[in-house]
């Protein structure tokens, strides 16, 4: 265990002429050039920082999450300029791609160069790179002036952080700061796109959804190591359990009414043997399930941002109220509920029921 976690508070509502200029970005760039692990916002989730170049920072990574080393980790730049000294080829898919997401929650992947430490890519030819639309991350990007490898700033398999206590609750005295620039806005990780091959690969659904991808570009195929965990991980969140919360978590899809009834039913059975029990819902249901001890609304039906944005609080909270199993309501797998749902499956290790 390190010391306690060092703290650096941005105010809210800084000019991006005066983040430039915080002592906190640059006492967090500081520390990250020293080889120190730092967490930091990000448009999605925190990411937890190490130079990209450093084989023994990254590490550090792998060591303070207990992250499995075959799951490769993104690294992320500051301007779009710099992407020709870390990767070989930057395709016409990749150049549309950017000119229309970037900054944003959009990864692409690409074959890198041999300047970056190997354990980034855990022993593959690509590296998955993202520029992100948040100006704390980007001042501090820019401020380092070399890519920064950053996972998710959470214990490995633990729902991601949404906002700075969430990642000192998972690591502080593991990492050597955090640089708290408030709660982040779109909640989910981002969307992972191969664009190595002739023919995009969505890797992993995120903040930008599979259909602005095909209005980009045309064809994108979706990879089969989306839904086979056998497969060698491309893309981080392509294997293992990820962003569970401790208690058992079933999914209940099918006809809203139906999924109601069944998920009230069974609260009562679980009451009667002494369970606690949690039920994600939205706001649209929230009073329907009056036995449940605990009863989350993660957003609203009609807004697929609002359920994204407050997923992995809602997770998190679970594990505060110490439910022994939660019941949640699945959304239809289109557009940003595609990436919600593909959550909630790793998160409930795939236990789902269709009613």
Not at 34 to 53: D, N, S, W
Not at 297 to 319: I, Q
């Amino acid at each position: 265990m390190l010391k306690k976690t060092e703290r650096f508070q941005l105010d809210s509502g800084m000019e991006e002429t005066q983040l430039i200029h915080s002592e906190a970005i640059k006492r967090a760039a500081a520390y990250l050039r020293q080889g120190k692990l730092v967490a930091f916002p990000t448009e999605t989730v925190y990411g937890l920082g190490a130079i990209a170049t450093s084989r023994d920072s990254v590490a550090k990574i792998y060591e303070a999450k207990g992250r499995p080393s075959d799951n490769p980790l993104i690294i992320h730049i500051g301007k779009k300029e710099q992407l020709a000294q870390w990767v070989r080829r930057f395709p016409e898919n990749a150049q549309k791609l950017a000119e229309k997401f970037w900054p944003g929650p959009l990864t692409m992947v690409l074959p890198h160069r041999d300047n970056l430490a190997e354990n980034v890519t855990a022993g593959l030819s690509t590296v998955a790179v993202r520029m992100p639309d948040h100006p704390v991350a980007l001042a501090l990007l820019n401020e380092v002036g070399i890519p920064v490898a950053a996972p998710s700033a959470n214990r490995s398999g633990k729902p991601s952080p949404t906002t700075a206590e969430h990642v000192l609750n998972d690591l502080d005295g593991r990492i050597d700061g955090i640089l708290d620039g408030g709660p982040t806005g779109i909640g989910v990780e981002s969307t992972v796109v191969d664009v190595s091959g002739e023919i995009p690969l969505l890797l992993r659904p995120g903040g930008i959804t599979l259909e602005q991808l095909q209005e980009t570009l045309g064809e994108v195929r979706v990879d089969p190591g989306l839904t086979d965990a056998s497969q060698t991980p491309r893309s981080p969140g392509m294997k293992y359990r990820h962003y569970a919360p401790q208690g058992e978590m079933w999914l209940v899809k099918g006809n809203p009414e139906a999924v109601i009834s069944y998920i009230q039913q069974q609260v009562q059975e679980a009451v009667k043997n002494g369970k606690r029990v949690g039920v994600l819902t939205t706001e649209e249901n929230q009073g329907k399930y009056q036995q449940a001890d605990c009863v989350i609304a993660v957003g609203s039906r009609r807004h697929p941002a609002s359920v994204a944005r407050r997923l992995y609080g809602a997770l998190r909270r679970f594990d505060e109220q110490k439910v022994d199993v939660i019941f949640a309501e699945a959304f239809p797998e289109q557009g940003l509920f595609a990436s919600v749902m593909n959550r909630m499956k790793k998160a409930a290790s795939g236990n789902m029921v269709e009613v």
